[in-house]
């Protein structure tokens, strides 16, 4: 196995023989042979003239499911790479007999399991013996996994786009294909341009089915009802689950990137619906198992299942886990059933409290431009005189207090922006407020940083800037995996530069394609935090 996705790679190097994350050498294989075979079907896929969406979204769900601590069951992977082989086969019948694809991934087949382990040795990222093709190429499917993720939260909520499946096609089979440095460098910066395409699609599609996110007061202690504990990112499965728990005695609360669940109106009519319970995802041992009841894991952030909870946990989407029980996908029109996650709950005891109080929350763009005159006033009286981002992940490392101790040290007239389970490091300090405006203001999860893009541009336009890097925004942030990596490429695509990096940066990029990010955009990894502050606060 050989796997370096993630912020957490041994040595920053790469994981060789079990995944830190928890994953197994035959998974990573596995999932590798996934990534394999879907650069086949995209081939196949980018040679037709029109590609039916189905395709696009079968392609984003098999791509979701290799993104870190999504899915740990081979089972459920080789059934992906079963089906994207017949998927493959599909979209190779439809071509003309004179076109030909002459890449093996176009071709490869077998009909047994031993045949899939024994490719997948050879599928896997170091087959790329170019470092610096190996790290644009890695770069590029990357992003793309988020861009993935991200189409197929707003595919599950009816919103698709011909164009970014076709992206994906395009990235995925370009992979296969020489291409210079320069082409390759072309496609990671059309990654992000397309990342941010996306990811205002879902933002559309949430907003639409649940309305903007609104400034929210949420509640982090907890009922006396035994609950259900709903993770991930799915905003359609927590509407489901509401929906469906209604007058069965069973509490409804959020975790991790759930969080921002609890700013939507729609959300907010169920008064079954308690709040938040815990913090980010690298706590969920401790946190499920004081919870005590059921737990709905909707995408990824799993981390290896302890036995004291596994009985009542429940993945669902293209979350997996060996042993877990999971809810089936909803069928065309209906509703997933989520009956055996309401049932185990109501024979679970009542959520341990491990807090009290409330946080504050739902800063995404449309709220934050309602007071956006206080907001320019603010900034034109100097009382509020830096923006400083820092959204993204969070992780276990302890290298991370960086984030904690960075919001302590920053000015009293500084406002943090933040999106991701990133701002758990500083979500709960007494940070105060400018003139009413929170110091800390949220604006949801990580694809939620999209919002954060809309404010500054919009800024941008108010203050008749000619160059967005003219603001007084500063950017340090954390990242842990993909969808952080494709909302990074999304920011850089907006012409933002001078973004610190940590805890390190990428394993991914080699010596070579990190020097050009650094020469081109000015990223530079994170140092201490007197010296980044100090920076920041002068604008460097």
Not at 510 to 531: M, R, T, W
Request: charged content about 25%.
């Amino acid at each position: 196995m050989f796997c370096y996705q993630c912020q957490e790679a041994v040595k920053n190097t790469g994981c060789t023989v079990k995944g830190v994350c928890g994953k197994g050498e035959e998974t990573s294989n596995l999932q590798d042979l996934l990534i394999y075979v879907l650069k086949g079907v995209s081939l196949y896929a980018e040679k037709l003239e029109k590609v039916d969406n189905k395709y696009g979204s079968f392609t984003a769900k098999g791509l979701f499911a290799t993104i870190t601590n999504a899915n740990f069951d081979d089972e459920k992977i080789i059934k992906l790479i079963k089906e994207s082989l017949t998927v493959r086969d599909e979209l190779k019948a439809k071509l003309g007999k004179g076109e030909k694809v002459s890449h093996d991934s176009a071709v490869w087949f077998s009909s047994d399991t031993k045949g899939f382990y024994a490719k997948a040795k050879e599928a896997g990222i170091l087959a790329e013996t170019n470092e610096d093709h190996r790290s644009l190429k890695e770069l590029l499917i990357l992003g793309v996994k988020g861009i993935a993720a991200y189409a197929d939260h707003a595919a599950v909520l009816g919103y698709e786009d011909s164009e970014i499946y076709n992206f994906i096609f395009k990235a995925l089979a370009a992979t296969t294909k020489e291409l210079s440095v320069d082409q390759r460098v072309g496609l990671v910066l059309e990654c992000g341009q397309v990342a941010v395409k996306t990811m205002a699609l879902l933002d559309k599609a949430n907003t639409t089915s649940f309305g903007n996110p609104e400034i929210t007061k949420v509640n982090i202690g907890v009922g006396k009802k035994p609950g259900i504990l709903i993770s991930g990112h799915d905003l359609k499965d927590m509407d489901e689950l509401l929906e469906q728990a209604q007058g069965s005695g069973v509490d409804i609360y959020t975790h991790s990137e759930m969080l921002p669940a609890n700013y939507y109106p729609k959300f907010k009519k169920y008064d079954n619906f308690i709040g938040n319970y815990g913090s980010s995802w690298w706590n969920q041992a401790k946190e499920f198992e004081s919870f005590n009841g059921a737990i709905l894991m909707t995408t990824n952030c799993i981390t290896p299942v302890k036995d004291s909870y596994k009985d009542r946990m429940f993945t669902t989407g293209m979350a997996g886990y060996e042993g877990v029980k999971h809810i089936p996908d909803r069928k065309p029109g209906g509703k997933k059933d989520f009956s055996s996650v309401i049932d185990k709950a109501r024979k679970c005891k009542p959520p341990k409290e491990i807090e009290k109080g409330s946080i504050v929350g739902g800063f995404a763009h449309q709220q934050v431009l309602a007071l956006g005159d206080k907001v320019v006033e603010a900034v034109k009286s100097g009382a509020i005189k830096r923006f400083v981002v820092m959204a993204g992940c969070d992780g276990r490392q302890g290298s991370r207090s960086y984030f904690t101790d960075v919001a302590k040290a920053l000015p009293n007239d500084t406002v943090i922006l933040t999106a991701g389970c990133a701002k758990y490091r500083y979500n709960k300090l007494p940070l105060g407020d400018i003139g009413g405006i929170p110091r800390v203001l949220d604006a949801g999860q990580c694809n939620d940083s999209y919002s954060l893009a809309v404010v500054a541009l919009k800024l941008q336009e108010i203050f008749k800037l000619d160059d967005i890097n003219k603001l007084p925004i500063s950017f340090d942030i954390a990242w842990y995996e993909q969808k952080a990596v494709t909302v990074l490429l999304a920011v850089l695509s907006l012409g933002f530069k001078n973004i610190r990096l940590g805890p390190t940066l990428p394993a991914f990029l080699s010596p070579n394609v990190a020097k050009v990010l650094v020469e081109k955009f000015d990223i530079k990894p994170i140092k201490d935090v007197k010296s980044d502050v100090e920076a920041m606060v002068a604008g460097k």
